[in-house]
């Protein structure tokens, strides 16, 4: 294994773990809204609340590693950037 940064593999799981308690937080949120909005009677309105729900608190965890400066964060926008603009 070689050498092994201790230091910098508990800095990345606490970045890992505060951003994804904030991503918790939102996926709730925007469940309970699209709750109160659309209601959650019909498979339709129970639809619009998942991917509702998965896709924005998804934006947000990445929004705050970036915030954060997570390297992992970097990869993942630099590969996004890549397949996006690609002509």
């Known amino acids: 294994l070689g050498h092994v940064n201790i230091r910098s593999i508990l ?23 699209c709750e109160a909005l659309f209601g959650i009677e019909g498979k339709g309105a129970q639809a619009v609340q998942l991917f509702s729900a998965g896709i924005l608190s998804v934006i947000v965890f990445m929004l705050v590693a ?20 690609r002509g």
């Open 66 to 85: 970036k915030l954060m400066k997570m390297p992992e964060a970097d990869t993942v926008f630099r590969m996004m950037k890549r397949r996006f603009h």
């Open 11 to 33: 800095k990345s799981s606490l970045q890992t773990l505060f951003a994804s308690g904030i991503m918790g937080i939102a996926a709730w949120l925007i469940a309970w809204a």
